[in-house]
């Protein structure tokens, strides 16, 4: 049911203010691939993205006589998701100390690597950043959030915002890379 369903939209969320279990059900089936994407670009693993599904459903049911139905569900389901997600990071990480990169020199990474590639493992290369570079990358390149909005939502300086993307940007480069030698290494000579 895309957006632009609006009345079969506005009848299931009707029905979840009402507290309809049948409409809950059928919003969330229909969200569940659009926010599954958003919370699996927040974390490591599938498991960890669905528990952070789940509760960003949950905050949706319950605040959901807050949210104006003449705005996009869809953004505010998406703002949701991704708040869940930090809300778990600063859970998580709250006392660990974030790891130190060396400085990498400069890594060649064949763009055809990337353009092959299937979305999955794009996610799962970002899955692999440390939870601080892979919230900082999905905040800004993904989600488009300025570095002080980041450094707001994070409790972190600009300047850290800026040098977490970076060293994000490198790691992801240097795997990339990694990616482009292993199949430059399978091609038959």
Partial sequence: MPEYNSAVLHELLDGCLKKNRRSQELLYKQFYGYAMSICLRYTRSREEAKEILNDGFLKIFTKLDSFDQS???KNWLSRIMINTALDHYRHEIRHE????????DQVFVDETVITKMA???IIGLIQELTP???LVF???VIDGYTHEEIAEQLNISVGASKSNLSRAREKLRIMLSKINIDNYE???R
């Fill in 138 to 140: 999905s905040l800004a």
């Fill in 132 to 134: 601080a570079y892979r």
């Fill in 71 to 73: 705005r996009s569900f």
């Fill in 186 to 188: 399978r091609v038959p």
């Fill in 97 to 104: 100390v974030l790891d130190d990169v060396e400085a990498a």
């Fill in 119 to 121: 979305h999955e493992e």
